[in-house]
């Protein structure tokens, strides 16, 4: 059973615009949750990560959100460029699990068009 | 400061044989995770070891197995493969702790035919 869940395959946005990607979890352990960009024939890079003890964090263009309550989070890029073109990961920790043993979604394909 | 190692970046295998694949961590990372990802299904978890121990297996058949050497450098190995397991396999190393980040190497492509 998939326990993070990124239910838009694609989104497409204007280079400028904002990007909002969103990520779904059904398990109440996680407590640390990551988002990861992979472009093609390289390995997923880190973009930023936030603890269940916060409900925002914000690293340059890249702002994180998270609701517990909805077990949801988002990722937000202020303004959206050309080279964010990629497949974005959302992946979650388990509370007294390590860092190693993440549980990712699918995968957001995302566009950003001149 | 180099980053995670994967050798070899591609490779092609029919059914039925096996395949070793290899993963240098960063230097001072003693924990390293195996993913596999395959088209739309993301990152699974395969394994992670620490200190020569693997402390984490994900759901895969035992024809998947790992190892993790002194030196921290991380062996997967698969037998009697299957087209299914045609995929990117990840190798990602960690400094121990509950945050941080996982990176990443650029994965071995394999392909079973």
């Known amino acids: 059973d998939q326990q993070v869940k990124q239910n838009s395959p694609s989104l497409s946005v204007q280079e400028g615009r904002i990007s909002i990607l969103n990520c779904d979890y059904t398990?109440?352990?996680?407590?640390?949750f990551l988002w990861y960009k992979k472009y093609p024939a390289e390995g997923p890079t880190f973009l930023i990560s936030?603890?269940?003890?916060?409900d925002k964090n914000e690293d340059g263009r890249f702002t994180v959100f998270l609701n517990k309550s909805a077990k949801h989070l988002s990722l937000h890029i202020v303004p959206s460029q050309p080279g964010d073109s990629a497949v974005y990961f959302c992946?979650?920790?388990?509370?007294?699990?390590?860092?190693?043993?993440?549980?990712f979604g699918r995968g957001t394909q995302l566009t950003v068009w001149p | 400061k180099a980053g995670v190692t994967q050798t070899p970046r591609y490779l092609i295998k029919t059914r039925g044989q096996q395949v070793t694949l290899s993963c240098s961590p960063i230097?001072?990372?003693?924990?390293v995770s195996w993913y596999q990802q395959t088209p739309g299904q993301g990152l699974q978890f395969l394994f992670e070891?620490?200190?020569?121990?693997?402390?984490n297996k994900g759901n895969f058949p035992g024809r998947f197995s790992g190892r993790q050497f002194s030196n921290s450098r991380s062996e997967m190995n698969v037998s009697t493969l299957e087209l299914g397991d045609s995929a990117l396999y990840l190798c990602a190393s960690n400094r121990e702790g509950a945050s941080g980040e996982l990176f990443f190497g650029e994965g071995s492509r394999l392909t079973v035919l």
């Open positions: 992946a979650a920790k388990e509370r007294g699990s390590t860092l190693g043993r993440l549980y």
């Open positions: 398990n109440s352990m996680f407590d640390y």
């Open positions: 230097s001072g990372h003693r924990s």
């Open positions: 936030i603890s269940s003890i916060k």
């Open positions: 070891y620490f200190s020569e121990t693997q402390r």
